[in-house]
């Protein structure tokens, strides 16, 4: 069985430029989650999607935004890039999103802005 | 509101040697407990949670964890650790709501970075 996937693996990109990411969720997997891991910062939760729809979103600024697809693979959009928008941007999958199902990571996507 | 500790940002140890990753919670409330590994250039992997029941929970490669609700901690240990264990490692909370609590509720630890030496 296939993991969850993301591309790019990686990317560059100059300040106020506008970037999209991408994600596949592990097959039969509702939902998805979109993390933001800065360095030294650990984990944020930034965005979460189930069943096509947005079901919660992080402290994050609304130039950050994303959507799912009927197929419920899922893209992140982040507008007007800032500097300290560089980090590894995770996403993951799990069954209907709660906890007491398994959660899938995929393996990140490195942004750098410079 | 929750928070999440790991008072050490880094832990050197020998090949074979015991471990002892710390973790320390703050919250009013019951709680989840998670612990997520991280190896070199890869997204986060589960290792091992606790919902409810037993208090020492353990994973399929030998770390165990175990919820001291008095202490409120969950602290991660293996006997004996590998170069292989060589990662990031970190501990996660979030309020229980039974059984439609969401992971959107979890909020990680800064992590504790593991680096077994040869």
């Known amino acids: 069985e296939a993991g969850v996937t993301q591309s790019p693996t990686h990317l560059i990109k100059t300040r106020g430029q506008q970037v999209t990411l991408r994600c596949s969720p592990i097959s039969g997997h509702t939902s998805v989650y979109w993390y933001q891991q800065a360095l030294g910062l650990g984990l944020q939760f930034l965005l979460w999607y189930d069943e096509g729809e947005e079901r919660n979103r992080g402290n994050f600024p609304p130039r950050f935004s994303g959507r799912q697809f009927p197929n419920y693979s899922s893209e992140l959009n982040v507008n007007a890039l800032e500097l300290e928008d560089s980090a590894l941007y995770l996403c993951a999958s799990s069954r209907q999103g709660l906890v007491s199902y398994e959660q899938y990571f995929g393996p990140g996507t490195r942004l750098t802005v410079t | 509101a929750q928070s999440v500790t790991q008072l050490d940002s880094q832990v050197p140890v020998f090949e074979e040697a015991p471990v002892e990753l710390r973790c320390n919670y703050s919250s009013s409330v019951s709680v989840y407990l998670f612990w997520y590994v991280q190896y070199p250039n890869q997204g986060l992997q589960l290792l091992l949670k606790y919902l409810s029941g037993s208090t020492l929970v353990e994973s399929i490669n030998g770390f165990e964890a175990e919820f001291n609700k008095s202490q409120t901690s969950f602290h991660l240990r293996k006997p004996s650790v590998h170069i292989s264990d060589t990662a990031e490692y970190f501990c996660?909370?979030?309020?229980?709501?039974?059984?439609?609590?969401?992971?959107?509720?979890?909020?990680f630890g800064p992590g504790t970075s593991l680096s077994v030496i040869p």
């Open positions: 996660a909370v979030c309020e229980s709501r039974g059984a439609k609590t969401s992971y959107d509720k979890v909020i």
